[in-house]
């Protein structure tokens, strides 16, 4: 269950609880005139099931309460209330397969901001992972993939093509780019660094290391791979199960591919750097193309789940 709290401008406030009371999947309706103060208006409050809460709150924002009062919503850990039961019971679907479209565009807007947090995870991230290649060692690599935060990008770039929302779109691409680009250059020092140091040599790099040369030698597997991952981290990304996305950053070598670059770079191995080069932008295509199209099918399947709810209440 979702819980909604909404300032209100009083002459939309009997809107506003109309539509409310006719969303199916919505309980516990709680409104308290005059108590809101900035801005001024009616306190109103609600809890709904995922599955409808899309369609409330896109005709809350319709009602223009976004821009002239304020909408809140957050997840509630436990209800204890035979009605909540019962408004899930009546909501059309499975709460884990509900896809709140306002909350994923919030969020893919904020994970794709190109702050210096974001850049700072990016770059050391990228700087384990090449520590990583060039010990030919696996943990590090799997570190790296954990920690780099170029899913959140990604899944605005999905976003936005199912919303059509180009400003979206263009800030998601803009975070990847110059995420990645000033990443492999830090660390391209970062490996010139460490070779002053004797830490890294073009010997390592050149070396068989069975656990990380597949990161610049890419193949079908590392399409596949990519495909799948991507609708797996969509998916956790709408739904209640979000712990997964944990294992779906560590099953892509996004950050690994640009670490390997960068190494080879500050060497001049440019096979090398090519190869890795050709297996990021594999891995970033995969994503994005498996993303959008699971976006697409649970945009498709809900739509279809409403419309049969809706002839179902026309003929009760």
Partial sequence: MLHLRMIVPPDRTPAAIELIESTVGTTHLVVLPGAARDPAGDVVMCDSARESADELLHGLRDMKIDQDGSIAVESIDLSMSTRADAAEEDAPGEGADAVIWEQLAE??????????????????????????????????????????????????????????APRLAARSLTALLIGFASAILATTLFSLVMDAMNQFSEDMLDAARPQTSFIWQPDLFSFVVALLAGAAGTLSLTSSKSGALVGVAISVTTVPAAANAAVALSYGEVGQMWGSIEQLLLNLLGIMLAGTATLFVQQRLWRTQRGRLKRRLRRG
């Fill in 107 to 164: 969020a893919t807007h904020e994970e794709s901001s190109l702050s210096f947090t974001y850049l700072s995870f990016m770059g050391l991230a990228t700087m384990i992972a090449a520590c990583g290649v060039v010990l030919d060692n696996a943990i590090l690599i799997v570190g790296a993939m954990a920690v780099g935060p170029e899913f959140g990008p990604l899944a605005g770039v999905c976003t936005a093509i199912v919303q059509r």
